[in-house]
């Protein structure tokens, strides 16, 4: 009798920790608005860079995604890669590589130059930032011929809600990119949902049972 008892104690625990175990999920937190594509890009290599603010909310304490849109000349001689960086202020913060990202075609504009949204995902851990607003800087584009060699990279300007400075000439419109995190609140997930209600009734079986018996 006291063995069955603890038994249905313990199953009805399990399914409530179940029921509050929190659901992690990846989401955009800053989008700077649609690229534009026609009007104007600004170099991320040959040691030029650009800096553009990002809001934030307390609940995104890392980065797991980034996009956003170059100008290519050469449509053989795609980005590889790219610094970048999260800080306070513009042009402040850990240096990370992103290395390895997806080329995505969007088109080729009235210039001659070929559209590409490059979107990128750590490998490992995702980049941890601060809580707060922030700037996201590139620099250091590397392209299939190598780095800074001879392939200038054109970050798009989008004029979006960003506020923006280039490394030589200071304040400048905005780029088009987007970044996602982690979101650390905590809701039921579906499937714990689930597994509490299917609880509950197994228990509420086994009661009856002995009631009955």
Same mark, same amino acid.
């Given at each position: 009798?006291?063995?069955?008892?603890?038994?249905l104690?313990?199953?009805?625990?399990?399914?409530?920790?179940?029921? =509050?175990? &929190?659901?992690?999920?990846?989401?955009?937190?800053?989008?700077?608005?649609? @690229?534009?594509?026609?009007?104007?890009?600004?170099?991320?290599?040959?040691?030029?860079?650009?800096?553009?603010?990002?809001? /934030?909310?307390? !609940?995104?304490?890392?980065?797991?995604?980034? !996009?956003?849109?170059?100008?290519?000349? /050469?449509? $053989?001689?795609?980005?590889?890669?790219?610094?970048?960086? +999260?800080? *306070?202020?513009?042009?402040?913060?850990?240096?990370?590589?992103?290395?390895?990202?997806? /080329?995505?075609?969007?088109? %080729?504009?009235?210039?001659?130059?070929?559209?590409?949204? @490059?979107?990128w995902?750590?490998?490992?851990?995702?980049? #941890?930032?601060? *809580?707060? &607003?922030? @700037?996201?800087?590139?620099?250091?584009?590397?392209?299939?011929?190598?780095?800074? =060699? $001879? /392939?200038?990279?054109?970050?798009?300007e989008? *004029?979006?809600p $960003?506020?923006? @400075?280039?490394?030589s =000439?200071?304040?400048?419109?905005?780029?088009? +990119?987007t970044?996602s995190?982690?979101?650390?609140t905590? %809701?039921?997930? #579906?499937?714990?949902?689930?597994? +509490?209600?299917?609880?509950?009734?197994?228990?509420?079986?086994?009661?009856?049972?002995?009631?009955?018996?």
């Open positions: 009798m006291k063995t069955r008892i603890a038994l104690s313990l199953l009805t625990i399990a399914c409530l920790v179940l029921a =509050v175990a &929190p659901a992690m999920a990846d989401t955009v937190f800053y989008d700077n608005g649609a @690229y534009n594509g026609t009007n104007d890009g600004w170099t991320i290599n040959f040691g030029y860079s650009v800096s553009d603010s990002y809001t /934030n909310t307390p !609940h995104y304490t890392s980065v797991s995604d980034v !996009h956003f849109v170059y100008w290519d000349a /050469n449509s $053989s001689d795609l980005l590889t890669g790219v610094d970048a960086q +999260f800080g *306070s202020t513009s042009f402040s913060g850990t240096v990370t590589s992103l290395n390895g990202g997806t /080329n995505t075609l969007l088109g %080729t504009n009235q210039y001659g130059y070929e559209l590409y949204q @490059y979107d995902a750590p490998p490992g851990a995702d980049i #941890p930032i601060g *809580s707060g &607003p922030g @700037y996201f800087t590139l620099s250091n584009a590397c392209t299939t011929s190598g780095c800074s =060699v $001879s /392939n200038p990279i054109y970050w798009d989008n *004029s979006g $960003s506020t923006a @400075y280039e490394n =000439v200071g304040s400048i419109p905005s780029e088009a +990119f970044l995190g982690e979101n650390g905590t %809701t039921p997930e #579906p499937s714990s949902i689930m597994l +509490f209600g299917s609880g509950i009734l197994g228990l509420a079986g086994v009661l009856r049972r002995k009631l009955t018996r």
